[in-house]
């Protein structure tokens, strides 16, 4: 089997990578800027801009069957500018599928995310409602883009495709960044802060949780042209609000919306559950290691 890997030395697909190692397969790992330390005789490297360069040639050459494409731009936060995002999630990712039409792919794992979906009244399934374009971020806003040409254009390809979208993960390598990193910037201002829908019911995962279903569901191969699977936990479940709390253990903020309303972004797991047996990640200790290191910084 060979398999073509994109963001190998991201969180998730670092751990992919080295799942991977396991099987008798041989690996196209691609990176952008920091290669994987990962030292195996199946497994080869390239970067971005020799990707590019070369004009995908290296891929066709390769002649993967199965491409797992978590390589994406997340924040603007992170230097890169919406122009940056969208030419790496958007236009980097349609150039792959267009290269790769009428090749030896069978299967095409592209890793979305949960962020789409509108907030919910109940647990989300793979057909809850999507929120329109207008309301999402550059970062969503390219993920949905691709699963939209991908639907319109399926019938050109000869591969299926799997839209895996995942919810949010929590390591201890994120303390820095995302909302920690702004709500770390109001404590030690004693800025009160507001919080949008504090009765909220996010779900939280690990980037090892995903990596593990992510090669769990490649191993069942998907049965359609088309298929969405939601990737979470289902059960590590926290009201926005509580969670701001416990975590913080603060009272530093101004709930904008009724208390009385309870939304989900929280996955129903039906479809995931006949890919996925996982355990269930245990957020706890990162949840610990992310209070200590916020007390010592408001310190």
């Given at each position: 089997?060979?398999?073509l890997?994109?963001?190998?030395?991201?969180?998730?697909?670092?751990?992919?990578?080295?799942?991977?190692?396991?099987?008798?397969?041989h690996?196209?790992?691609?990176?952008?800027?920091?290669?994987?330390?990962?030292?195996?005789k199946?497994i080869?490297?390239?970067?971005?801009?020799?990707?590019?360069?070369?004009?995908?040639?290296?891929?066709?050459?390769?002649?993967?069957?199965?491409?797992?494409?978590?390589?994406?731009?997340?924040?603007?936060?992170?230097?890169?500018?919406?122009?940056?995002?969208?030419?790496?999630?958007?236009?980097?990712?349609?150039s792959?599928?267009?290269?790769?039409?009428?090749?030896?792919?069978?299967?095409?794992?592209?890793?979305?995310?949960?962020?789409?979906?509108?907030?919910?009244?109940?647990?989300?399934?793979?057909?809850?409602?999507?929120?329109?374009?207008?309301?999402?971020?550059?970062?969503?806003?390219?993920?949905?883009?691709?699963?939209?040409?991908?639907?319109?254009?399926?019938?050109?390809?000869?591969?299926?495709?799997?839209?895996?979208?995942?919810?949010?993960?929590?390591?201890?390598?994120?303390?820095?960044?995302?909302?920690f990193?702004?709500?770390?910037?109001?404590?030690?201002?004693?800025?009160?802060?507001?919080?949008y829908?504090?009765?909220?019911?996010?779900?939280?995962?690990?980037?090892?949780?995903?990596s593990?279903?992510?090669?769990?569901?490649?191993?069942?191969?998907?049965?359609?042209?088309?298929?969405?699977?939601?990737?979470?936990?289902?059960?590590?479940?926290?009201?926005?609000?509580?969670?701001?709390?416990?975590?913080?253990?603060?009272?530093?903020?101004?709930?904008?919306?009724?208390?009385?309303?309870?939304?989900?972004?929280?996955?129903?797991?039906?479809?995931?559950?006949?890919?996925?047996?996982?355990?269930?990640?245990?957020?706890?200790?990162?949840?610990?290691?992310?209070?200590?290191?916020?007390?010592n910084?408001?310190?």
């Amino acid at each position: 089997m060979r398999i073509l890997l994109t963001g190998s030395s991201g969180s998730i697909g670092s751990k992919v990578l080295k799942s991977l190692e396991k099987y008798k397969c041989h690996i196209l790992a691609h990176y952008h800027s920091n290669c994987p330390k990962i030292k195996n005789k199946k497994i080869s490297y390239v970067n971005t801009k020799n990707l590019i360069k070369k004009d995908f040639k290296i891929i066709q050459e390769f002649k993967p069957e199965i491409v797992i494409h978590l390589a994406a731009i997340g924040l603007i936060s992170s230097g890169k500018t919406k122009l940056n995002i969208m030419n790496c999630n958007f236009n980097f990712t349609k150039s792959l599928i267009n290269n790769l039409i009428n090749s030896s792919v069978k299967n095409f794992y592209f890793a979305s995310t949960a962020k789409i979906y509108q907030y919910s009244s109940s647990k989300i399934n793979e057909k809850s409602k999507i929120k329109p374009l207008s309301k999402l971020n550059t970062y969503e806003k390219s993920k949905l883009m691709i699963e939209k040409y991908v639907q319109k254009n399926q019938n050109n390809f000869s591969f299926n495709f799997v839209s895996l979208r995942i919810f949010p993960t929590i390591d201890k390598d994120d303390i820095k960044k995302n909302i920690f990193a702004r709500i770390q910037k109001n404590i030690k201002k004693n800025i009160k802060f507001k919080i949008y829908n504090p009765n909220l019911v996010i779900d939280f995962n690990t980037s090892s949780f995903v990596s593990k279903c992510i090669i769990n569901i490649i191993l069942k191969k998907p049965k359609k042209k088309y298929n969405i699977i939601n990737i979470g936990s289902g059960s590590n479940n926290y009201k926005f609000s509580d969670f701001i709390n416990n975590l913080f253990k603060i009272q530093n903020y101004i709930p904008t919306n009724d208390k009385s309303i309870t939304l989900y972004h929280s996955p129903d797991l039906k479809i995931m559950s006949k890919y996925c047996k996982i355990k269930k990640p245990n957020i706890k200790n990162i949840f610990d290691e992310i209070d200590i290191y916020l007390s010592n910084i408001i310190k």
